[in-house]
């Protein structure tokens, strides 16, 4: 199994460039989730999924959209990037919903924004 | 609202000795469920520990330890023996139940220095 996987590894965009973020996971998780990592905040949440079609805000949506068509792929869509969204992307994915299943991060992806 | 709040930014332990890094959360659900990871200079997550609301017991793996005190609503780690291998990020997180949608959040985290 390869995991969780991201897509691209490093990323810089122009401000109000568009992007994908890629994240697959092959291990048939139900939930999958977003996170981006900034000094002394720790991983704070973009958004989430429970399930395939089915996803919801975290604690800091504005800026991103996600989709989760299947149960392997979760992207993250920024729309129109901007220097406060250079930070390090991590997706990670858990068994369920339920409250005992850890997660599984990527490696995650370092995006800056100029 | 959830909140996990990680309050020491960094913390020594000297190779050896036992440190506990310090974990307290706040939710209105009767239902959750707290871990800790740790993020070496790598960067990759690593999960360590989980335990559950309704666990009577401190949850154990290996050298690490959780010291859950649920009136206080407190998780603090406990890392025995400390290593150099352990110089690490650590964070907290909590996951709730139906009241909170289910969502993982996490703290800000702890630096953690182990000098030989």
């Known amino acids: 199994n390869a995991g969780v996987t991201q897509t691209p590894k490093f990323q810089v965009l122009k401000t109000g460039q568009s992007m994908t973020l890629q994240c697959a996971q092959d291990?048939?998780?139900?939930?999958m989730s977003w996170y981006r990592q900034d000094p002394g905040m720790g991983l704070r949440l973009i958004h989430y999924s429970v399930g395939a079609g089915i996803t919801d805000q975290g604690e800091v949506p504005n800026g991103y959209n996600v989709s989760r068509s299947t149960t392997e792929d979760f992207p993250l869509r920024l729309l129109s990037a901007a220097p406060s969204q250079t930070s390090v992307y991590f997706c990670?994915?858990?068994?369920?919903?339920?409250?005992?299943?850890?997660?599984?991060f990527g490696p995650g992806t370092r995006l800056t924004v100029t | 609202a959830q909140k996990i709040t990680q309050t020491q930014p960094g913390m020594f332990v000297q190779e050896k000795e036992a440190v506990t890094l310090d974990c307290t959360y706040d939710?209105?659900?009767?239902?959750?469920?707290l871990f800790w990871y740790k993020q070496p200079s790598s960067g990759e997550m690593i999960f360590l520990i989980y335990?559950?609301?309704?666990?009577?017991q401190n949850a154990t793996e290996g050298r690490y330890s959780l010291n859950f005190q649920k009136a206080r609503k407190s998780a603090n780690l406990v890392i025995s023996a400390s290593q150099l291998g352990d110089s690490a990020m650590y964070f907290c997180a909590m996951r709730e139940g139906t009241t909170g949608g289910f969502k993982t959040i996490f703290g800000a985290g702890t630096r953690l220095f182990v000098k030989a």
């Open positions: 990670a994915s858990s068994r369920s919903a339920g409250l005992a299943y850890e997660q599984y």
């Open positions: 291990m048939n998780h139900e939930y």
């Open positions: 335990q559950g609301s309704y666990d009577e």
């Open positions: 939710t209105s659900d009767q239902s959750y469920g």
